[in-house]
């Protein structure tokens, strides 16, 4: 239960709660075990009137009818108390399952770009919802029925040994072989669970991946070979599921049995104390029912033990991101103003899970209100570039510098705030258009929006749908095109008003009329801003301050556009084969 430990912290917040409802439970369970003395009483009022130790018929009616009322009266209250007990333990099972989605969630959130590079969204989904749900059940049923067992059992044997020590001892003798059991059935619950779970975040990534690909698949009329890959992982997962099952299911008839063989033992040995004359008749009815009483949290031990056994597995798995470090840290809290000017210092940058260095030695200034271009093939460095301003990841070596002070130094969520960043890969979310553009300004109104959408060239595409700026658009922006995507996200950039402008290749699924206008507007939007622009067209960048040529992560070419134009060098290859594809 190594991994469970993680938990204690919520055994301390909500300890009153908790001691609450062990009072409640040691009360209750106080109460259901006095029936069992109060029947032992009544059947020997019986056997006393039957022998003739007894001879007034009404006086033992009387005492009967006292203690049945005794016995209703117990049952309602100790039936009070276990609501009560439920309503604490259970209560606050769920409680501290919030508590801990809300931990897991904002983990998530302060996690690095790169560890979701690596891991997979169906599998982080998984152990927010089904690992959270399965801790839960450790912290609710599994403490609640723990307690009734430990409760029952330390009143209960108290009882029987007052009672009689003998018949207690036999009482006991399947408990080592069931105590035995338990151990090696936990270890094989544990292994199995472990790889239950592993399966259901499989299958959980699978699905995400085919709901959030449904076009690749149908274009490619590829449902069949989905399907099967669907059903192999879900037999896969079935199987392993019922090799779980079937450890599962040796608990319960193994108690059973265990319990049965304790009742046969205070029948034979207690009848025969009977016929001995060494104990009344009562004693074995007090026995039986304290057996059949411990019976249910007996045989609970074992599904007790298979949620813990699920548990400590699920909170392995929570905890191993729980204890991810970001690589992204926060090390200024203090706001400030940015200018906007920025230089790279032989900044050098190698993703691990590839080990590609995507920039090598790259230095370079910008200016306040500078706008300054990049230029180059697809995997030169480009958009490593846009992910370095936003410090999306920090440099591997060298250093970036804004306004004098290393990018490290600045507050990183007031950094962010103020750029306004448009990627090559515009993400729309599941809402109205007019909120996907408010995102870049929460309190922004109609009209701001309105005109963030105008400056985009994308108001005119809105106002033509059925609802206009209420649309809702389906998962990823799936409603519309792909450059209405990518204007909508530069709505949302340019409504935010950043001190940093980044458009990483914005304008790739953007029709040349539509770029031109959208630039026009860019080039009034950008002044007094520090603009970066990421493109592969010539038209995007000619008006740039500043253009820079990558090539394998190094800067091949810089300077002005006219600059570069006089140069046989890629810029102007590149300006020449534009300009040749435009005529054409």
């Given amino acids: 239960m190594k991994a469970l430990q993680y938990l204690n912290k919520y055994f301390v917040k909500y300890k009153w709660r908790l001691f609450i409802g062990v009072i409640i439970t040691v009360l209750s369970k106080l109460l259901a075990l006095k029936i069992p003395e109060i029947i032992k009483n009544s059947l020997n009022i019986v056997e006393d009137y039957l022998k003739g130790n007894v001879t007034d018929l009404e006086e033992v009616k009387h005492e009967l009818l006292i203690n049945i009322l005794m016995i ?10 276990t609501f009560l007990m439920r309503q604490t333990i259970i209560v606050v099972s769920r409680l501290i399952e919030f508590d801990l989605k809300n931990e897991i969630y904002q983990q998530y959130q302060r996690l690095s770009t790169n560890f979701y590079k690596k891991n997979r969204t169906g599998d982080l989904m998984n152990r927010i919802s089904e690992d959270v749900s399965k801790v839960r059940m450790y912290f609710g ?13 330390a009143i209960g044997f108290t009882k029987m040994l007052n009672t009689d020590l003998k018949l207690t001892l036999y009482t006991l003798i399947p408990f080592p072989v069931l105590s035995i059991s338990i151990f090696f059935l936990s270890k094989q619950i544990n292994k199995r669970t472990t790889i239950v779970q592993e399966y259901l975040s499989k299958l959980t990534t699978f699905n995400q991946e085919f709901f959030s690909g449904i076009n690749v698949v149908k274009s490619y009329a590829i449902e069949k070979n989905v399907l099967n890959g669907f059903n192999e992982l879900a037999d896969e997962s079935k199987e392993k599921n019922i090799d779980l099952s079937k450890v599962q299911a040796l608990f319960f008839p193994l108690m059973i049995l265990l319990i049965g063989i304790s009742n046969i033992l205070v029948l034979y040995i207690g009848g025969k104390q009977y016929i001995a004359g060494n104990i009344r008749i009562g004693v074995i009815a007090e026995f039986i029912l304290y057996v059949n009483i411990l019976t249910w949290p007996v045989a609970i031990v074992g599904w007790v033990t298979s949620i813990i056994q699920q548990a400590e597995v699920s909170q392995q798995r929570v905890n191993e991101f729980l204890q991810q470090k970001p690589e992204i840290i926060n090390t200024n809290n203090e706001k400030t103003t940015l200018r906007g000017n920025i230089s ?89 258009i007019e909120n996907n553009i408010k995102f870049g300004k929460n309190d922004a109104s109609e009209k701001d929006i309105i005109n963030a959408a105008k400056k985009a060239v994308i108001h005119d595409n809105i106002v033509q749908f059925k609802n206009g ?33 980044v458009f990483d ?11 031109e206008r959208i630039l026009s507007n860019l080039n009034e939007i950008s002044k007094g801003k520090t603009t970066f622009i990421i493109s592969h067209r010539v038209s995007s960048v000619k008006n740039a301050d500043k253009i820079i040529i990558l090539e394998n992560g190094k800067i091949a070419e810089q300077g002005t556009h006219n600059q570069l134009i006089t140069r046989n060098g890629i810029y102007k290859n590149l300006y020449e084969q534009q300009l040749l594809e435009k005529e054409i």
């Fill in 141 to 153: 049923p599994a403490i609640m029925y723990s307690l009734n067992m430990i409760v029952l059992f």
């Fill in 469 to 501: 700026y209420k649309t809702i658009l389906g998962e990823r922006g799936v409603t519309l095109s792909g450059g209405q995507k990518q204007r909508t996200s530069i709505a949302r950039a340019i409504i935010k008003d950043p001190k940093i402008l």
């Fill in 344 to 432: 790279f210092n032989n900044v050098f940058l190698t993703y691990d899970d590839t080990n590609i260095t995507a920039l090598n030695n790259i230095s370079f200034d910008v200016e306040e209100g500078e706008t300054i271009a990049f230029m180059g093939k697809t995997g030169c460095g480009k958009t490593s570039i846009a992910n370095l301003i936003t410090r999306m990841y920090d440099t591997t070596e060298g250093t970036i510098n804004i306004d004098g002070t290393p990018i490290k130094d600045l507050n990183l969520y007031n950094l962010r705030d103020q750029i306004g960043f448009v990627p090559q890969d515009p993400f729309l979310f599941s809402d109205t």
């Fill in 505 to 515: 290749d914005c304008l790739s699924a953007v029709d040349t009329e539509t770029e």
């Fill in 72 to 81: 209703v009266g117990i049952t309602l209250l100790a039936g009070f108390f």
